[in-house]
């Protein structure tokens, strides 16, 4: 390799950490882990609202536990439709596990560069049961706090390897 392309090399490994390092890099973009799981924990309580036209009205509860470590989200309850989804940290990740109608368990994580402080954005990382090439399962979620104790969860789904639809509950905080 020649003097003149050493130089260029090295010149661009520096700007790749100078760079980051005066202009703070992707600092301030995304969401804090644990504030994200906090938002989850303030979830606590009963939710209702709509759903897909192809499925009934929606109530969502959502009940911290194991000592603040953990929520559950149970959608649906007592319905045959009824599904579980655990939220904890695992390190400094937000990571969740759905039990699903479907009989599978797709595991997401939180996508932090994707996510906004009301805009939490999780994403497909492994699971029980799940296929990946065929079948249908939940590849993602997406969690909108809104104001006024309004939510949406953006529910997606992926068919035989390609995103097949997105399901969309719009759900108010009922009161206690």
């Known amino acids: ?13 520096a700007l790749g950490v100078v760079v980051p390092a005066v202009y703070g890099g ?26 897909p036209p192809e499925m009934p009205n929606v109530t969502v509860q959502y009940r911290v536990t194991g000592g603040g470590s953990a929520v559950v989200e149970t959608q649906f309850p007592g319905t ?15 990571v969740m596990t759905h039990y ?12 932090k560069a994707a996510s906004k402080d009301d805009e939490l954005y999780f994403t497909f990382a492994g699971g029980s049961n799940v296929d ?3 079948g249908a399962y939940m590849h993602d979620v997406r969690l909108v706090l809104k104001p006024g104790d309004k939510l949406q969860e ?8 390609k995103k097949d639809h997105t399901a969309v509950f719009q759900t108010s905080r009922k009161a206690s």
Not at 35 to 48: D, R, V
Not at 81 to 92: A, I, K, L
Not at 100 to 111: E, F, S, T, V, Y
């Open 1 to 13: 390799m020649s003097k003149r392309w050493m130089l260029v090399l090295v010149a661009i490994v």
């Open 26 to 51: 992707d600092k301030g973009a995304g969401v804090d882990s644990k504030a994200a799981f906090e938002k989850i924990k303030g979830l606590a309580g009963t939710w209702e609202g709509t759903a």
């Open 80 to 94: 045959p439709h009824e599904m579980v989804t655990v939220y904890h940290m695992d390190g400094d990740d937000v």
């Open 100 to 111: 699903c109608a479907a009989g599978n368990q797709p595991r997401m994580k939180l996508d």
């Open 132 to 134: 990946t090439a065929k």
């Open 154 to 161: 953006d529910w997606t789904s992926f068919k035989d390897g």
